[in-house]
């Protein structure tokens, strides 16, 4: 491989794990990005060469470019690197030559593909397997986003938005759910984003394992078949659950056992503790720091896949128990007068739905403040995201959050979804603030001493909570000077 690694957008997530990954294995590493941030300083402080703004003389000297979906054709780095002769790899492109020649475990699906990541490396690292690790997103404790272990083992995450999940060749393939998102990269159709995940079960090694949701097994069942025994197959999930399926065409399909199952689940706040049982015999019983029915979820599958790499029950569930979660997935961000705040990164109706369903737990009065992202997913998923705040005491929508190339459609608007929220709980439990920079002021005088206020979206909608907690306790200094 290239002694020179160049990166364009080097301040991305997938981007900055990639490039973490390299520095550690050795290679000098320069990139470009559009603005400062926390990533790019600690890429500079690792030792990466780092230009803030795009320009063509920074590629000079590269042997090999990577850039990632968000770079459009005409930037000059890409452009200079064309005209140079220096290989172009897209950012999946650089992963695939990472995973593929090691035992790959390739997580994939539509939502938990960053903290299912997080929590195989974890058991993994603690463990002592030594994996290489490219997660989509940093850790809330030891166990990093990105690291290059001498284990035979990389774990990453495999995007399905753009299709490039076809490029991976994994000995253990992860599928979470398939659902209906990022429609807009498969023509608008569902079946196009579900022969992609097919594409990928026949990427397999042979000889391999497929481990799968209910959920997404059902909707997979006739390419699993197609398969003919060529990987081994486990399913996890819920006590109760036989899969449940996407609409119409779908719903077909027998009833099913799971391999790895969840039972006698009991939430408590930010924690939760159930029974696992394996082909029905009863392993044990696991606990988390992470809340929510949707992390017992993601830990089963982290259990499949350990128990797949030779890892005892006990030795697994014990290292689970060290996971504090993903950033930005129901992450803490502080308390004020009564009221905690966390921020998530839930942008799709399914994770809104199991976010605000945790946040029941915890015994307060929820209060959801969500930012849309991107118009066509607003638009395709309009409907969904209006039945999606039954569990929120107050909602609060803010402007839809359009990175580059996204622009404005006629009639999406985060003010016509504040309205359609208010036809299914209420007008009384909804705000629309479109400029999110007031929310704080507008929040304030409908704050109990007993809330729980969370910030839901990919976009950045996450600097609301600081904001929040600052006008609290500005508000409570008021207070006590008061005569």
């Not at 997530?13 to 470009?32: D, E, F, H, P, R």
């Not at 119409?248 to 099913?256: D, K, S, V």
């Not at 909602?395 to 003010?415: F, K």
């Amino acid at each position: 491989m290239a002694e020179h690694v160049h990166m364009i957008g080097i301040g991305g997530t997938g981007m900055s794990s990639i490039a973490t990954v390299l520095l550690q294995m050795g290679y000098k590493v320069s990139g470009s990005d559009v603005k400062e941030s926390a990533v790019v300083s600690s890429l500079q402080d690792a030792g990466a060469d780092v230009h803030i703004g795009h320009a063509a003389s920074h590629v000079a000297g590269a042997d090999m470019v990577i850039f990632s979906s968000a770079i459009p054709e005409d930037n000059p780095e890409i452009r200079e690197a064309r005209r140079l002769g220096i290989p172009l790899l897209h950012r999946s492109e650089m992963l695939a030559r990472i995973l593929n020649n090691h035992e790959g475990i390739a997580v994939a699906g539509a939502h938990g593909k960053t903290t299912i990541t997080g929590m195989i490396a974890q058991v993994f690292s603690c463990l002592g397997l030594e994996p290489t690790v490219l997660a989509g997103g940093e850790m809330q404790n030891q166990c990093v986003h990105a690291c290059w272990g001498r284990g035979k083992y990389v774990v990453a995450e495999a995007d399905e938005s753009d299709g490039t999940l076809l490029r991976y060749y994994p000995q253990i393939a992860v599928i979470t759910s398939v659902e209906a998102d990022h429609l807009e990269n498969f023509g608008g159709r569902l079946s196009q984003l579900i022969d992609t995940y097919a594409g990928f079960l026949a990427n397999i090694k042979p000889g391999g394992t497929l481990v799968i949701s209910s959920q997404a097994y059902r909707v997979l069942q006739d390419s699993i078949r197609k398969a003919n025994g060529r990987f081994a197959v486990v399913v996890y999930g819920l006590e109760g659950e036989s899969g449940e399926a996407l609409p119409g065409e779908y719903q077909a399909g027998a009833l099913f056992p799971l391999d790895y199952r969840a039972a006698d689940i009991k939430l408590s706040g930010s924690s939760s503790s159930f029974a696992v049982y394996h082909s029905g015999k009863m392993l044990g019983r696991a606990k988390l720091v992470v809340p929510g029915v949707y992390n017992v979820e993601n830990a089963l599958a982290a259990v499949a896949v350990s128990r797949e790499a030779g890892l005892g029950f006990d030795q697994i569930v014990k290292a689970l128990e060290g996971f504090h979660g993903a950033h930005r997935r129901f992450e803490l961000v502080g308390a004020g007068p009564g009221i905690v705040v966390y921020d998530d990164y839930a942008h799709h109706p399914t994770e809104l739905k199991k976010t605000l369903e945790a946040a029941r737990h915890f015994g307060r009065r929820v209060v959801a403040i969500f930012q849309p992202q991107r118009y066509s997913r607003t638009k395709i998923l309009m409907e969904e995201f209006a039945r999606s705040f039954q569990d929120a005491d107050l909602v609060v929508i803010t402007d839809i959050y359009a990175p580059p190339p996204e622009t404005p459609l006629p009639g999406v608007t985060a003010e016509r979804l504040a309205g359609l929220v208010a036809e299914h709980i209420g007008r009384e439990r909804v705000l629309y603030v479109g400029d999110k920079r007031l929310i704080p002021d507008v929040l304030l005088p409908h704050l109990g001493s007993n809330d729980l206020v969370i910030t839901m979206g990919a976009g950045d909608v996450w600097q609301v909570g600081p904001a929040v907690l600052e006008r609290l306790q500005e508000e409570n200094l008021k207070e006590l000077q008061l005569p």
